[in-house]
């Protein structure tokens, strides 16, 4: 039996096992939260092209995002597809497309690991994802704190 690879050999001038040895992998671990697990809160996102509240409104309190792991798909046609954050009615992000042209996006993952949050809701609103022409599913991580 002839070697499939010889031609491959030949035009990289590597031998077949060169191209299979494994190399090392290095695991490098995520900057761990400023925030103990405590504190973090989660909200199930499962959004059909509505607005969907994903944590409800306390008195005198903020909703401060800290990061997700969303996927998204088309229920639309050809028209723009997007996801936003609001603190109640008020845009705290501004419409981040999802999908174009029908076509599913890849998952959009931040993790809850920056200094800062992504945004916060002003106190006492609740914080609502806003889906148009796409359905999220996932998770959302935030903290809630007095304003």
Do not use: C
Request: hydrophobic share 45%; net charge negative; charged share 10%.
């Amino acid at each position: 039996m002839s070697n499939p690879y010889g031609d491959l050999q030949t035009h990289l001038g590597v031998s077949v096992a060169e191209l299979v040895t494994p190399l090392p992998v290095v695991i490098t671990p995520a900057a761990p939260s400023p925030l103990p697990a405590s504190v973090l809160q989660r909200a199930v996102v499962a959004n059909d092209s509505q607005d969907t509240e994903l944590a409800a409104a306390e008195p005198g309190k903020v909703h401060k995002v800290l990061g997700w792991l969303l996927a998204f798909s088309n229920t639309g046609g050809e028209e723009d597809h997007t996801m936003e954050l609001l603190s109640n009615g008020t845009a705290l992000t501004g419409q981040m497309p999802v999908n174009v042209g029908g076509t599913a996006s890849v998952p959009l993952v931040v993790p809850p690991t920056l200094p800062v949050p992504i945004v916060e809701t002003a106190p006492g609103e609740a914080l609502v994802m806003r889906m148009t022409n796409a359905s999220a599913h996932g998770v959302l991580i935030y903290i809630t704190e007095p304003a």
